[in-house]
């Protein structure tokens, strides 16, 4: 079979309407595994679920970074999708693969974690001279937009987006996920060689501390999102040395947790 569309074209009405045509978003099952072992179930927008394998395997520690698959198998059934990620059993963590078998929701970021130790991630040296400036957060934040072709019909789905120092949007991910969006980012980065590049991510949503907890797999320099940041966002963020930036007032860029 194969994928379902991203979205759902539908007609409603209300008292005020005689029916108007709408964009839905597509909630879709997708089981994740490697060499035929499921792993875990996420409800994920039904496109790009190569790069979310892929993602949510380097950001939960089950693959190292720099580490690539052999293969990314993706089957469709009636009643969901399958995607079996095909590696050799030497280079997968099987401690982080049996601990973190979760049943995760379009909502869940952190859904199975068993001890508040694993809730610290590994430093990742970033390199600080590439302070992003005002004006190149202000261009990505402008431009996000304009890279969201699934929002821009359905109004309901979220983007992770990976920008240059100068503020210029070069890779793009949506899902109806937040940290789905993020994984699938992760995941087209590491396929594309730039998990250590130096640049930061733009979300379309708050900040939450499984972001943050996620971007500690790449370089980035700044995590910037269109909603403030919780307190334990900031201070993960601290911790890895990851800024937080996000728009205040009149749309100006505020920093955090410096």
Not at 16 to 32: L, N, Y
Not at 223 to 245: C, H
Request: charged share 20%; glycine share 8%; with cysteine.
């Amino acid at each position: 079979m194969k994928l379902p569309q991203a979205s759902l074209d539908v007609v409603i009405a209300s008292a005020d309407t005689q029916g108007m045509q709408w964009s839905i978003a597509t909630e879709h099952p997708v089981e994740i595994g490697f060499n035929g072992q499921a792993w875990t179930v996420m409800m994920a927008s039904p496109s790009d679920l190569e790069d979310l394998a892929y993602g949510l395997a380097l950001s939960e520690g089950v693959l190292r970074p720099g580490t690539q698959p052999d293969a990314i198998n993706i089957a469709t059934f009636p009643e969901g999708s399958t995607v079996d990620v095909r590696i050799a059993d030497d280079r997968i963590a099987r401690d982080r693969l049996k601990r973190r078998s979760l049943d995760g929701h379009s909502g869940c970021g952190l859904c199975g974690i068993e001890s508040l130790a694993e809730l610290h991630p590994p430093r990742t040296a970033r390199n600080a001279a590439h302070r992003i400036a005002d004006d190149a957060m202000e261009a990505a934040f402008a431009a996000l937009g304009r890279h969201q072709p699934l929002n821009q019909r359905t109004h309901s789905v979220h983007a992770a987006a990976w920008c240059a120092p100068t503020g210029e949007i070069e890779f793009v991910r949506e899902d109806v996920g937040r940290h789905n969006a993020l994984d699938k980012l992760i995941g087209l980065l590491a396929t594309a060689g730039k998990l250590q590049a130096d640049g930061f991510i733009l979300m379309s949503s708050r900040c939450s501390f499984e972001l943050v907890y996620k971007c500690a797999v790449t370089r980035a320099s700044a995590l910037a999102t269109l909603s403030a940041p919780t307190s334990l966002a900031l201070d993960l963020a601290r911790l890895i040395n990851l800024e937080i930036l996000t728009r205040g007032p009149g749309g100006h860029v505020v920093r955090l947790g410096e």
